[in-house]
């Protein structure tokens, strides 16, 4: 039977795969170890919609990859800190203020790590957070639009890593800095590197949330020099704290790789962020002079403006006792999750071959005890016994990051042994374990970092994918694998290739938002300052050298369609308003010779294209976006004359 | 089964009538829909009762929805553009088709056949511009005065 052969190689290899793993780190084969019947279990029939929507990190592209589940289709790119020729976001008039910073217009970051906000713990989807992790920033997507509509810069700090994490009535999403570095005033921050046992500041900043998503940085607290690497939210009796892993406790400045792996212990450190806003209602703090961009987008003018803020509310946890404990983690721990229930804290050393479980109610006991080992910089260091609930034993190599299922199992990644491995929280005990292909990161369970996971799939986010899929070249698509966790043994079902590189991902019931989803703009709600109501209102006029178009697109052509006396040294703006107002009916706008990008203009919305011609002649405009049988014909001509010609300015259309 | 709803439209004093219409009706089969037959079209409107006059401030709200909405592709005389100019279009079409036409443009194109001929003819898809009913009953008063003017005439399809 051609059944049973399949199965009994991929027993064998599954055996092959145990011993490469026994004998070295590595998994020596790829194997084939999905089950017989995988493919109907991740079918969607054509017409039929996946169960869940996957939020996913771009990693180095800057974007968001929405996927669904099971399928593992790529149903959308969103474009958050990185220009995005296909829409033209970062290149029209109205977008470029999202990318800008104090540093300028920053047109691309490294985006790591999704949270989606909650209400009690429990996913709410109203919006997507994602860190910028080079020019450190937070961006909150809509997710009713799959827009990014608001960015906020994160001043005195480095390197975005610990970030954009969120407490569980999304009252604040956080950002740890990965590099500490000095905090004063640019002056005071010339100074030598190895001066960073005394000059080198940490940061953790709280951002609040209002109601309508908007963020504002709350306060900033004031940390040892460190690494912050991954952070969680308490959440049920945890709620009120904040868990950050750290590394480099030993405070190097330089060939880190060793330096800052010689401690035996490092830190998750315990903020009590209520106990700061205490502190913050009875006036303490300091207002500090800092320089950070804030970018909100406006839906009913379509256009994003930047604000650049002056200053900062910052708070000392030295002198204002109480806010931060060390807890010791063994060897550099990477990920810090909390379990559904907020009584486990887990760290993942990514060096240890352990995994510490950390018990909330033990924390609260050593604190109120006074049960320390000693000082970390003035900061008090809780006894690692007394916090632990237990260990995880010899759990595989180089756990990163853990996941819950809300049936009390735990799924931990392990980076150096390429394998997930399932375990009680409660008992400690390894219940199963499965190779990934290869190298895994993140992993992701729907709803898995919240109160309420729905345990049905888990999605591994692999760094390495050699041979998984039709070579292509020296650089290949990222892979990611789907798992059934439903049962006692985790079962692979699907690849999938991913778009630039997903670090964190989270999963969502489609439910939870796709009736809700925003089809159209209202062309009567446009307020956009240069918004054209209708053809008859179509006209260019002249502002010393600048040419304002205001043009209207429907299907199909472009009012106007001809247009002259355009003078080589003119800017001219096209502001194309798209007076559809039917779902999934967008145009493009292109002109020759434009050195940005088109631009995609949603129904009822308007956006600007700004172009400067370099030449005399006749330049073509047309729309990009195949939108009817008579799409081809939705085009115009722009003349251009010298810069001292005396053509008229004039537009028309069908004349 | 018809579920009669009554969309009463009243605009400063001028009474201009009411419009009856329904939940969309499925016809299974091959089987025309009754409102085709009559030339009403197929969608929420089965009945508009028009007034003699013309009332102005329906005009007014009208005129300032199709220069945004409907002016890209409909001339107000009787040269077509992309779609058909809007000259004598109360004199050939029943305002109900019209109406229809405006607000449930894509089950007309489906099930319409004098819908259908325009397509043909226009090879473009009319596409839903997001009128509510009360807006589309202000844009029929906008076209009775526009078809009144141009050619002294209006509501000719109506019987």
């Given at each position: 039977m051609k059944?049973?052969q399949?199965?009994?190689?991929?027993?064998?290899?599954?055996?092959i795969v145990?011993?490469?793993?026994?004998t070295g780190?590595?998994?020596?084969?790829?194997?084939?170890?999905?089950?017989?019947?995988a493919?109907?279990?991740?079918?969607?029939?054509?017409?039929?919609?996946?169960?869940?929507?996957?939020?996913?990190?771009?990693?180095f592209?800057g974007?968001?990859?929405?996927?669904?589940l099971?399928?593992?289709?790529?149903?959308?790119?969103?474009?958050?800190?990185?220009?995005?020729p296909?829409?033209g976001?970062?290149f029209?008039e109205?977008?470029?203020p999202?990318?800008?910073?104090?540093?300028?217009?920053?047109p691309?970051?490294?985006?790591?790590?999704?949270?989606?906000?909650?209400?009690?713990?429990?996913?709410?989807?109203?919006?997507?957070?994602?860190?910028?992790?080079?020019?450190?920033r937070?961006?909150?997507l809509?997710?009713?639009?799959?827009?990014t509509?608001?960015?906020?810069e994160?001043?005195?700090?480095?390197?975005?890593h610990?970030?954009?994490?969120?407490?569980?009535?999304?009252?604040?999403?956080?950002?740890?800095?990965?590099?500490s570095?000095?905090?004063?005033t640019?002056?005071?921050?010339?100074?030598s590197?190895?001066?960073?046992?005394?000059?080198?500041?940490?940061?953790v900043?709280f951002?609040k949330?209002?109601n309508?998503?908007?963020?504002s940085?709350?306060?900033?607290?004031?940390?040892p020099?460190?690494?912050?690497?991954?952070?969680?939210?308490?959440?049920?009796?945890?709620?009120?704290?904040?868990f950050?892993?750290?590394?480099?406790?030993?405070?190097?400045?330089t060939?880190?790789?060793?330096?800052?792996?010689?401690?035996?212990k490092?830190f998750?450190?315990?903020?009590?962020?209520?106990?700061?806003?205490e502190?913050?209602?009875?006036?303490?703090?300091?207002?500090?002079?800092?320089?950070?961009?804030h970018?909100?987008?406006?839906?009913?003018t379509?256009?994003?403006?930047?604000?650049?803020?002056?200053?900062?509310?910052?708070?000392?946890?030295?002198?204002?006792?109480?806010?931060i404990?060390?807890?010791?983690?063994?060897?550099?721990?990477h990920?810090?999750?909390?379990?559904?229930t907020?009584?486990?804290?887990?760290g993942?050393?990514k060096?240890?071959a352990l995994i510490?479980v950390?018990?909330?109610?033990k924390?609260?006991?050593?604190?109120?005890?006074k049960?320390?080992?000693?000082?970390?910089?003035?900061?008090?260091?809780?006894?690692?016994?007394?916090a632990?609930?237990?260990?995880?034993?010899?759990?595989?190599?180089?756990p990163?990051?853990?996941?819950?299922?809300?049936?009390?199992n735990?799924?931990?990644?392990?980076?150096?042994?390429?394998?997930?491995?399932k375990?009680?929280?409660?008992?400690l005990?390894v219940?199963?374990?499965t190779?990934?292909?290869?190298?895994?990161?993140h992993?992701?369970?729907p709803?898995g970092?919240?109160?309420?996971?729905?345990?049905?799939?888990?999605?591994a986010?692999?760094?390495?994918?050699?041979?998984?899929?039709?070579?292509?070249?020296p650089?290949?698509?990222?892979?990611?694998?789907?798992?059934?966790?439903?049962?006692?043994?985790?079962q692979?079902?699907?690849?999938?290739?991913?778009i630039?590189e997903?670090?964190?991902?989270?999963a969502?019931?489609?439910?939870?938002?796709k009736?809700?989803q925003?089809?159209?703009?209202r062309?009567?709600?446009?307020?956009?300052?240069?918004?054209t109501?209708?053809?008859g209102?179509?006209?260019?006029?002249?502002?010393?050298?600048?040419?304002?178009?205001?043009?209207?697109?429907?299907?199909?052509?472009?009012?106007p369609?001809?247009?002259?006396?355009v003078?080589?040294?003119?800017?001219?703006?096209?502001?194309?308003?798209?007076?559809?107002?039917?779902?999934?009916?967008p145009?493009?706008?292109?002109?020759?010779?434009?050195?940005?990008?088109?631009i995609?203009?949603m129904?009822?919305?308007?956006q600007?294209?700004?172009w400067?011609p370099d030449?005399p002649?006749?330049?073509?405009?047309?729309?990009?976006?195949?939108?009817?049988?008579?799409?081809?014909?939705?085009?115009?001509?722009?003349?251009?004359?010298?810069?001292?010609?005396?053509?008229?300015?004039?537009s028309?259309l069908?004349? | 089964?018809l579920?009669?709803?009554?969309?009463?439209?009243?605009?400063?004093?001028?009474?201009?009538?009411?419009?009856?219409?329904?939940?969309?009706q499925?016809?299974?089969?091959?089987?025309?829909p009754?409102?085709?037959r009559?030339?009403?079209?197929?969608?929420?409107?089965?009945?508009?009762?028009?007034?003699?006059?013309i009332?102005?401030?329906?005009?007014e709200?009208?005129?300032?929805?199709?220069?945004m909405?409907?002016?890209?592709?409909?001339?107000l005389?009787?040269?077509?553009v992309?779609?058909?100019g809007?000259?004598?279009?109360?004199?050939?079409?029943?305002?109900?088709?019209i109406m229809?036409?405006?607000?449930?443009?894509d089950?007309?194109?489906?099930?319409?056949p004098?819908?259908?001929?325009m397509?043909?003819?226009?090879?473009?898809?009319?596409?839903n511009?997001?009128?509510?009913v009360?807006?589309?009953?202000?844009?029929?008063?906008?076209?009775?005065?526009?078809?009144?003017?141009?050619?002294?005439?209006m509501?000719?399809?109506?019987?």
């Amino acid at each position: 039977m051609k059944i049973k052969q399949v199965f009994r190689i991929t027993a064998v290899s599954a055996a092959i795969v145990a011993m490469g793993m026994a004998t070295g780190c590595r998994p020596q084969t790829s194997g084939s170890q999905s089950v017989g019947d995988a493919a109907s279990r991740v079918y969607v029939a054509p017409g039929e919609h996946d169960e869940f929507y996957n939020i996913v990190s771009g990693g180095f592209n800057g974007q968001i990859s929405v996927v669904g589940l099971p399928s593992g289709r790529v149903l959308k790119i969103v474009p958050v800190f990185s220009a995005h020729p296909e829409n033209g976001y970062g290149f029209s008039e109205e977008s470029k203020p999202m990318l800008n910073t104090s540093h300028g217009y920053v047109p691309w970051d490294d985006l790591h790590h999704i949270a989606i906000s909650t209400t009690n713990g429990e996913h709410d989807a109203r919006w997507a957070f994602a860190n910028g992790n080079n020019t450190p920033r937070i961006a909150r997507l809509n997710l009713n639009t799959f827009e990014t509509e608001e960015i906020i810069e994160i001043p005195n700090s480095a390197g975005n890593h610990s970030s954009p994490f969120i407490t569980e009535n999304t009252e604040y999403v956080i950002a740890g800095t990965r590099f500490s570095v000095p905090i004063g005033t640019d002056e005071d921050n010339d100074v030598s590197i190895d001066t960073y046992k005394k000059n080198f500041r940490g940061t953790v900043s709280f951002i609040k949330v209002g109601n309508q998503g908007d963020m504002s940085l709350a306060f900033q607290l004031v940390t040892p020099g460190v690494n912050f690497d991954l952070s969680r939210a308490g959440k049920g009796k945890s709620h009120g704290w904040f868990f950050f892993s750290t590394y480099n406790t030993e405070q190097a400045h330089t060939l880190l790789e060793v330096n800052a792996s010689q401690r035996d212990k490092d830190f998750i450190m315990a903020v009590n962020w209520k106990k700061a806003e205490e502190y913050i209602k009875a006036g303490e703090g300091n207002l500090v002079k800092a320089r950070y961009a804030h970018n909100k987008l406006d839906h009913n003018t379509h256009t994003a403006s930047s604000t650049m803020m002056e200053e900062v509310l910052q708070l000392d946890p030295k002198l204002l006792k109480d806010i931060i404990y060390f807890i010791p983690c063994p060897k550099s721990p990477h990920g810090t999750d909390v379990d559904p229930t907020g009584e486990y804290i887990v760290g993942s050393g990514k060096l240890a071959a352990l995994i510490p479980v950390f018990s909330f109610t033990k924390l609260m006991k050593a604190i109120e005890d006074k049960d320390f080992e000693g000082e970390y910089d003035g900061h008090p260091i809780i006894r690692y016994e007394s916090a632990l609930h237990g260990v995880v034993d010899k759990p595989g190599l180089g756990p990163l990051h853990t996941e819950f299922d809300g049936r009390g199992n735990a799924y931990t990644s392990m980076f150096v042994s390429s394998e997930i491995v399932k375990w009680d929280i409660e008992t400690l005990e390894v219940l199963d374990r499965t190779p990934t292909f290869y190298s895994i990161g993140h992993l992701s369970i729907p709803g898995g970092p919240t109160a309420k996971p729905h345990g049905k799939y888990m999605v591994a986010y692999n760094k390495i994918t050699k041979d998984r899929y039709l070579p292509t070249g020296p650089e290949l698509a990222h892979s990611a694998q789907l798992f059934d966790i439903s049962g006692d043994k985790m079962q692979l079902l699907l690849d999938f290739p991913t778009i630039g590189e997903p670090h964190y991902a989270e999963a969502f019931p489609a439910t939870l938002i796709k009736d809700k989803q925003v089809k159209i703009y209202r062309i009567e709600d446009n307020n956009h300052p240069y918004v054209t109501k209708g053809a008859g209102n179509a006209r260019v006029e002249r502002d010393g050298n600048k040419v304002h178009v205001y043009m209207t697109s429907i299907r199909s052509h472009f009012a106007p369609d001809n247009i002259e006396g355009v003078k080589v040294g003119d800017d001219v703006y096209f502001h194309v308003t798209n007076l559809e107002q039917d779902w999934d009916v967008p145009h493009g706008f292109a002109i020759k010779g434009a050195n940005t990008a088109e631009i995609l203009i949603m129904p009822g919305a308007t956006q600007t294209l700004k172009w400067t011609p370099d030449r005399p002649g006749i330049f073509p405009f047309y729309c990009t976006d195949f939108c009817s049988a008579l799409h081809q014909e939705m085009s115009g001509y722009l003349r251009v004359s010298p810069a001292n010609s005396t053509v008229a300015l004039k537009s028309s259309l069908g004349e | 089964m018809l579920i009669a709803l009554l969309f009463l439209i009243s605009c400063g004093g001028g009474d201009t009538g009411t419009i009856t219409s329904t939940t969309t009706q499925s016809s299974g089969g091959d089987d025309e829909p009754q409102s085709i037959r009559e030339g009403k079209g197929i969608g929420e409107i089965t009945h508009v009762e028009l007034t003699a006059d013309i009332d102005e401030n329906m005009v007014e709200v009208g005129k300032s929805i199709y220069d945004m909405k409907c002016s890209s592709c409909h001339k107000l005389n009787d040269q077509r553009v992309v779609g058909p100019g809007f000259e004598n279009i109360t004199n050939r079409r029943k305002p109900e088709w019209i109406m229809n036409m405006i607000t449930n443009v894509d089950v007309m194109l489906d099930k319409d056949p004098e819908a259908q001929a325009m397509l043909e003819e226009c090879l473009m898809r009319m596409p839903n511009q997001n009128v509510s009913v009360g807006d589309a009953r202000q844009l029929l008063e906008f076209m009775r005065k526009n078809d009144k003017e141009r050619t002294g005439q209006m509501d000719a399809a109506v019987n």
